[in-house]
Every structure is written in structure tokens, then in C-alpha cells.
């Protein structure tokens, strides 16, 4: 039988609560498609700081490294706020020490979730659209960065927008290859009207674009992107942009779902991916059985789906998501009238029933 090794790095705060339950739907969903997960945890994040002082030890990167693909829960919360290392500083060594330069956002709204959104229906109801949003280049690790000290004791922080065409190149073929597969739309959002990057970005993407002429091209400033997703989304099928540009607007789109706990998202580069959820640690509520863990149980699908090319397991995890949303259950973040509110223990026994039916 095909076996996979699969790194769960489950993180803080509801990461591990929601991890157990992905857990639990990849074992079921491998058994009903003859294949076999091998599973091995490893520290990352504040319990990996707590460990070892360190947010990614190197022991967990190379594990990373040799597993087929890596499941990540959430990271961070305010007790290591203070720490001269922070969990998110583990989160950016694990995409450029993994080389993850693509980041997949899907963000779509589900007929079953029309209501939770905080736009009208009509706004929302049917969008389906994919932020690709560069992930190792750009201000997030543009040198020189720091904060250095200049005449008369004032200091100067600074951080650098730089992109080789190569890097932007390679990003974009991911972006029209996701496109033929869609809608065949890419909308490449860049600030060319100010910045000599953007000018490079947007030339480097047209060039690219000759390429696969089955694909529609467009461009757009960011600023008016931002407004665009809000006032008529349906517009967007692919959104291709740089690393700050991407966090910004796919927290923007997430939140036309009504539910960021809902949303799935694939980090890809040429080696493992990671698949992990587009929400945060929620230190909130951890540890009280209310975490909605369907975005790590989506994030599961997509490791099948684009970590592993197990389509038909992805398949039947949707398909299970969809049935009991169906169903009518609703962890507390989506809970509407007429629902039946489960914690996010019981929504995974659902949704293992649900997959014990599908077969
Ligand atoms: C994200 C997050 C991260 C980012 C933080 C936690 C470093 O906001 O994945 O969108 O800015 O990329
Ligand atoms: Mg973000």
C-alpha cells in the first residue's frame, strides 16, 4: 500500500484541539482509499519556544523536509507577546527554509453560509475565488531590513520591496496554471502607479501571460482591489500579488465568507508543502471544545489534493464538509437560527460519519 509521511505541527492555542480532529478525518478518509498516513508530530511555534527556545527547531524543519507533505495547525498567543523570539518568526522560517514561494487562498462562500457574511446576498452569494499571494519575497524578507541608528541618536527602521523577475515569473505560472483549471481569469494587483517594483512585476506577469493565451489577464492597484472585493467580488476568479499585498487582501476576502474559520489555505514550492488553516490560534477560546475545525479539516483536503495528488480522498473530504453543514451543524462562529450547535469535538464525529456514509 502507498504510505505518505505526513509532519503535524499543531502549534497553540485551538491548534491542537482542531489538529486532532483533521487527524481523525485523514486516518478515515486513507482507510476508505487503500492508502496509509504515517503520522509524526513535531514541536513548532510557542510550545516549540517553551521546548527549546526556539519557534522552529532545526530538528523540526528537517522532519519537515523529509515528510511528503506538513499539516499545521495555528501559532501564537499573548504569552510569548514579550519573548525576544516570536511563534510567527517560526512561521517565516518554515516558508523560505522550506522554499514555499506560493500561497494558495481560496476563498469561497457556501450556500449553506450566505448569512454569516457581513455583505448583502447579493454581494456574496456564488464568489469562488483564489488569492495567490507570493510567500518568500518582498518586504517580508527584502534586505536590507532592520531598524539602524543614524546622526544625532535617531534611529530609522527599515524594510525593502524587492523582486527578481525570476521570482516573479515563477508565481505567476502558478496563478495561470490555477487559472485554466478555474475560470480562466487572473487579476494581477500590483501599486505600479508608484512603485519601480510594481512596474517590474506587472511587465514581468503580461510577459508571462503570452504563455497561456487560453487565460484572460488583468491588472489592478491594490487600492482599488481592496475596493473592488468588497463592492462586487464575483468579479475575481484568480488574484495574483506580492507577499504583503496577498496577507492583506486575503484576510480582506475571507472575511466576505463570514467565516475566516472556514477557509483553508496550501503553501507550495518544490519540495513539501505546508497546508494550513487561514485563521489564528484563537487563545480565547482554546481548550474549550468550541473551535470551528472545519478550515483544518479543508486544509487537510487541499494537503490530499495538492500535497499528495490523492484527489478522490480530497474529494470525499469536501463532500463530508458539505454534508454536514447540510446537516445543519454549526460550531459557535457560524451557528445560525434553526441550526443545531455542536463544539469542535462532536462536529468531527460528524463529519467521520458523514464519511462512513459516503461510501
Ligand atoms: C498570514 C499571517 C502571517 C503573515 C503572520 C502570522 C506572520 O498573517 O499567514 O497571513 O503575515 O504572513
Ligand atoms: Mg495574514
Partial sequence: MKTY???LLAGDGIGPEIMGVARAVLAQVSRNCQFHLNFTAAPFGGQAIDLTGEPLPEATLEQCRASDAILLGAVG????DDHPRRPEQGLLGLRSGLGLYANLRPATVRPQLVAASSLKPEVVTGVDLLV??????????????????EKKGERRGVNTMTYSESEIERISRVAFKSAQSRRKLVTSVDKANVLAVSRLWREVVSRVALDFPDVTLNHLYVDNCAMQLIRWPKQFDVILT???FGDILSDEAAMLTGSIGMLPSASLGEGPGVFEPVHGSAPDIAGQDRANPLAQVLSAAMLLGYGLQETTAAAQIEQAVARVLDQGYRTGDIMAEGMTQVGCQA?????????AEGI
Fill in 5 to 7: 509521511q505526513i509532519t
Fill in 77 to 80: 498567543g499573548p504569552v510569548w
Fill in 132 to 149: 495567490v499571494r507570493e510567500l518568500t519575497g518582498g518586504l517580508y524578507f527584502g534586505q536590507p531590513q532592520g531598524i539602524f541608528p
Fill in 242 to 244: 506580492e507577499n504583503l
Fill in 347 to 355: 462536529m468531527g464525529e460528524k463529519l467521520l460519519l458523514a464519511l
